[in-house]
């Protein structure tokens, strides 16, 4: 059972009459008392209702109406609901599973009553064997969806906290930048893009980059690649499922799915080139093979174009990150697979977080659901068709010294899909060991380091050591 809740100790009860559209609150307060019943409430509003499904009330006049008054508290086996009324006939209220919305103004509600979930609520959950069951399945997220399930197992379901933490995010209609390659080999126009690429990488982390010159088809194939790949026999995907982070090629759910306090809606297919530099095509799947490599060959050389980019907007010679610091060399394809989720409220794609590389480089197909956090706002990176998304890592934000800020972001789950992502993450040198800390040349007396020196294989290591919503920055700070 999920429950989502302001963060405050009183609640204010109203009453709902099914027979009209109308929400009433009372002037008194109302005495309420527990009473147990199968119910379970997903929404995502201020306003929170739980109701006995087989005692529901309602009247037709006016006068007489109360409705029936809920409030609720935590935890799930304390409810409690309304006053005294008198009971329906069954047939007034044959359905035991129903969705209600409700739209007043910006609120919008949704009231979902489930009997069977009350009851599997109140059960003992042993929550590391029902993920130890879904790993050995081997057939991920999309496993699930193939089965025909239409509510998702709890593993997936975020805690009520996390979920009553979504009424502090406000509405906003901000847009993330737009930022337009064409002529770049021109002077006068790359100052302007240079110009555009430090504003959005200070006050954003994030932007969308157009008319890049990678060819519609590479993107097309590699998505469909993808698409090919999770979508294939599960017998054949089981091959590459594995946990073993140094593996060239890894295909699994959830990276974090015994750290993280609840499992995303999503599968993953990596290719790693952040130890060796480089995969032999013989190692790739042979069903998107021809993709990955083509994709990779365009990818890098955007990559360098960014990274000339970013130096020159941090007031460095265009070859100083990619070339003096080699921030680009390894490299990683973390190509993401969202199946539609039957209960799209209740889980995630991908929790916040921030991503760990220098640079992230994402091509996303045109189903959307990834938002950047920006002043407490949940901002949309609406799909722009041929654009990537690029976005700063905590290592680039570290050895700029906060100069360039990596944001959070996350991806919602869907009742459509699936969705498909591919984000090539550069990596930096991770074998031999190369040190990285804040760039000298940005540094001095009235700017000090406000990072430790690091390592690539350092900062993965604790990176894997826990949930990918916990970010590795504070571990890097120098204090005072």
Not at 66 to 84: C, D, E, H
Not at 151 to 174: H, T
Not at 339 to 362: M, V
Not at 433 to 453: A, R
């Amino acid at each position: 059972m999920a429950l989502n809740r302001s963060e405050q100790t009183d609640y204010e009860v109203y009453s709902i009459h099914p027979n009209k559209r109308k929400i009433f609150k009372p002037k008194n307060k109302i005495k309420l008392k527990p009473i147990n019943g199968p119910v379970i409430i997903r929404l995502c509003s201020p306003v929170h209702f739980a109701f006995n499904a087989d005692r529901l009330s309602h009247t037709k006049e006016k006068k007489e109406a109360t409705g029936f008054t809920v409030s609720l508290s935590l935890p799930p086996s304390r409810i409690l609901a309304r006053q005294n009324q008198k009971a329906p006939k069954p047939e007034e209220f044959p359905c035991l599973r129903f969705t209600l919305k409700w739209y007043t103004m910006s609120d919008r509600i949704h009231i979902t009553n489930i009997n069977e979930s009350i009851a599997e609520s109140t059960k003992n959950y042993n929550r590391v064997k029902e993920l130890k069951a879904f790993e050995d399945t081997k057939a991920g997220v999309k496993g699930l969806v193939d089965s025909g399930i239409v509510n998702i197992p709890k593993i997936f379901i975020r805690p009520p906290d996390e979920l009553a933490g979504e009424l502090k995010y406000g509405q906003n209609n901000l847009q993330v930048p737009v930022i337009d390659f064409t002529r770049i080999e021109s002077h006068i126009r790359s100052k302007k893009i240079i110009d555009e690429v430090r504003q959005a990488s200070k006050e954003w982390g994030f932007f969308q980059v157009v008319n890049h010159g990678i060819p519609p088809g590479v993107l097309d194939g590699m998505l469909n690649g993808i698409r090919r790949f999770h979508e294939q026999d599960a017998e054949v995907k089981k091959e590459y499922y594995s946990r073993d982070q140094t593996k060239k090629v890894i295909y699994g759910s959830n990276v974090d799915l015994y750290t993280s306090r609840a499992a995303n809606w999503r599968d993953t297919l990596t290719i790693s080139m952040m130890f060796s530099y480089h995969v032999e095509p013989h190692e790739l799947p042979s069903i998107c093979r021809s993709a990955i490599i083509e994709y990779i060959n365009q990818v890098t050389k955007l990559g360098e174009v960014v990274f000339e980019l970013l130096s020159e907007a941090l007031g460095l010679i265009p070859e100083h990150l990619g070339g003096t610091l080699e921030c680009g060399r390894g490299r990683a394809l973390v190509c993401h697979y969202y199946p539609a989720c039957p209960e799209p409220n209740l889980t995630l794609g991908i929790s916040k977080h921030t991503d760990p590389p220098f640079l992230t480089i994402l091509l996303q197909d045109q189903i959307g659901g990834l938002q950047v956090l920006r002043d407490n706002h949940w901002v949309d990176v609406p799909p722009v068709s041929g654009s990537f998304v690029v976005n700063i890592g905590n290592f680039l934000q570290m050895i700029s010294n906060d100069e360039f800020k990596s944001a959070e972001h996350r991806v919602l789950a869907n009742r459509v899909g699936p969705r498909i992502s591919v984000a090539c993450f550069f990596t930096g040198v991770a074998v031999p060991p190369k040190i990285y800390g804040p760039i000298k040349e940005l540094i001095s007396e009235e700017n000090p380091p406000l990072y430790k020196e690091f390592t690539v294989s350092e900062y993965v290591t604790k990176f894997y050591s826990k949930a990918i919503d916990k970010s590795g920055l504070e571990d890097f700070k120098l204090k005072g």
